[in-house]
């Protein structure tokens, strides 16, 4: 109780692609991913609010951190309605895309942290084939918010580029920080920090903010599919989950 985790669990972050899963029609699930304690969180919360809607994971396929050839993988696959995948990193993702088409593989892929490890240098690489691509993601730049407009027309003119995820997530910590301590007028002592960091309710560029009471941000989380338009992908809202929390913590 004295750590604010943000933007939410590993496993809270991807419990959004399992509940879409199954409100898709979904009945079995392969997942899929790099097998490091970050992957398998990710998995995991796939897993858990898949099975929490009577879905089934009928297979878990893992392969190393930084592994190049995903064909012993693809090529493995049981006969499942859908993919619940995570790959680490931009390289990878366009890697497993790439090789997923290559192996002709026609399960549904339904990905976790797009906008993040897929933003446009990497989209645009990848054909038109991985249009319609859905999964999970927190932040798109392009979000049609007064604030998040106002935000990127801010930082793109300070730093000279488009900011992304990794920048939106900094904001809205230090922003919960700051409000936490404008609460105790500046008293940075934990019985007093703590307790007022646990009643922040404030906006983002991400979305709306609050904090429960273990200390784990509670924030919207979204389910995204690629998009093109004037020639450019984007990830497109299609879905939100309002406050996202980890199951566990529901308790």
């Not at 929490?52 to 050839?69: F, H, R, S």
């Not at 995903?70 to 790959?87: E, H, M, N, R, W």
Request: charged share 20%.
């Amino acid at each position: 109780k004295n750590w604010f985790i943000y933007p939410t669990t590993l496993v809270g972050l991807t419990t959004p692609v399992g509940y879409y899963a199954a409100e898709l029609g979904h009945k079995t699930m392969i997942t899929a991913g790099s097998d490091y304690v970050g992957g398998q969180g990710f998995i995991k919360g796939i897993k858990l609010a898949f099975e929490e809607k009577g879905g089934k994971v009928i297979q878990e396929v893992w392969w190393p951190v930084g592994n190049k050839d995903f064909g012993p993988y693809l090529s493995s696959l049981k006969k499942a309605d859908c993919i619940g995948y995570f790959v680490e990193g931009p390289s990878a993702a366009q890697l497993f895309l790439t090789q997923y088409q290559e192996f002709g593989v026609k399960i549904p892929l339904l990905g976790t942290t797009l906008a993040a490890d897929m933003p446009e240098q990497i989209t645009s690489q990848l054909s038109d084939g991985v249009l319609g691509l859905k999964g999970q993601a927190l932040y798109m730049t392009g979000m049609d918010t007064p604030i998040n407009r106002k935000w990127v027309a801010a930082m793109t003119k300070r730093f000279g580029q488009t900011p992304g995820g990794l920048e939106a997530n900094s904001y809205a910590i230090t922003k919960a920080i700051l409000a936490a301590l404008k609460a105790t007028g500046g008293d940075d002592s934990y019985d007093k920090l703590w307790p007022a960091l646990l009643k922040v309710k404030i906006d983002t560029p991400q979305g709306p903010l609050a904090v429960s009471p273990e200390g784990v941000a509670l924030v919207d989380n979204y389910i995204v599919e690629l998009k093109k338009k004037d020639g450019k992908f984007y990830w497109d809202p299609i879905k939100t989950y309002k406050a996202v929390a980890d199951p566990r913590l529901k308790k």
